[in-house]
């Protein structure tokens, strides 16, 4: 495996496609960084939690996810009703399923936040980013969890009012429809590297106006990286893996783009 320098990860390349696909690459740069050296010490637990609660969160969908349609229909046994019964009883746990696929990172993510922060603290080190940040302590990292957990409501709610208004696009004639999913899927791509570059910019104590400033400075790497975590968690299965290559690509992506402005605030 090809082991990159600290200041090969913190290079910034010109040209937009140029960063759109760099961008791309910072979650497999997340990746070996995570999942590689003491680092590793801080990705298992989350990992091992989250794979626990997706597990147990599929098993009751498959379980228990038509008891709903039973208790109003009633046992298929004799109901003339019993194939709509059995029907929808499949149609629930398909949607169930969905939703915990898309669900899912957002809930870990949660979980697992006192675990990235040590992780993505761990890899500011590494890279020799941490010199002109306060000294560690837990009081100060629950601070800004609490900070970018308000920060990240922000962005959520911020992220639905455009979508809301990426609506008017389907009334496009033609490529109206084709239009809005590109534009649905580049705005949940921020909303992922918003929530997943949070963890360097809260050690900044930067604000909430600040943190957009640093995703629309380098609109092209943020789209490119949060695009390529949306697809990735929309695979069965990989969210509880990608969480912690994401949180190490989002610092990646801060450090690029905010770092020289962000140590001296």
């Not at 010490?41 to 989350?46: I, K, Q, R, T």
């Not at 890899?123 to 601070?143: C, H, I, N, V, W």
Request: some cysteine.
């Amino acid at each position: 495996m090809k082991k990159h320098s600290p200041e090969s990860l913190l290079k910034v390349p010109k040209g937009f496609f140029n960063r759109f696909n760099e961008g791309m690459g910072l979650l497999g740069s997340g990746v070996k960084i995570a999942y590689t050296g003491p680092r590793l010490a801080f990705s298992l637990p989350p990992l091992m939690i989250n794979v626990l609660i997706f597990i147990l969160a599929v098993w009751m969908v498959v379980e228990k996810g038509g008891s709903f349609i039973d208790m109003v229909m009633g046992p298929d046994e004799g109901n003339y009703l019993g194939w709509l019964n059995w029907l929808l009883s499949g149609l629930l746990k398909v949607v169930l399923l969905y939703l915990v696929v898309t669900v899912f990172p957002i809930l870990a993510s949660i979980v697992s936040a006192p675990f990235l922060e040590f992780l993505t603290e761990s890899q500011e080190k590494y890279l020799g980013t941490r010199k002109d940040l306060p000294a560690f302590s837990f009081k100060a990292m629950f601070k800004d969890l609490v900070t970018t957990v308000s920060h990240a409501l922000k962005s959520l709610l911020l992220f639905i009012v455009l979508s809301m208004i990426s609506v008017l696009l389907e009334f496009i004639p033609g490529i109206g429809q084709v239009i809005h999913v590109v534009v649905a899927v580049c705005l949940s791509g921020l909303l992922l590297a918003f929530q997943f570059m949070d963890y360097a910019a809260a050690r900044r104590r930067l604000s909430f106006r600040e943190k957009l400033g640093i995703l629309v400075k380098d609109l092209a790497g943020s789209l490119g990286f949060g695009i390529a975590v949306f697809f990735t968690f929309l695979i069965p299965l990989t969210a509880p893996f990608v969480l912690a290559p994401a949180a190490c690509g989002g610092t990646l992506l801060f450090l690029r783009t905010g770092y020289k402005n962000s140590t001296t605030n």
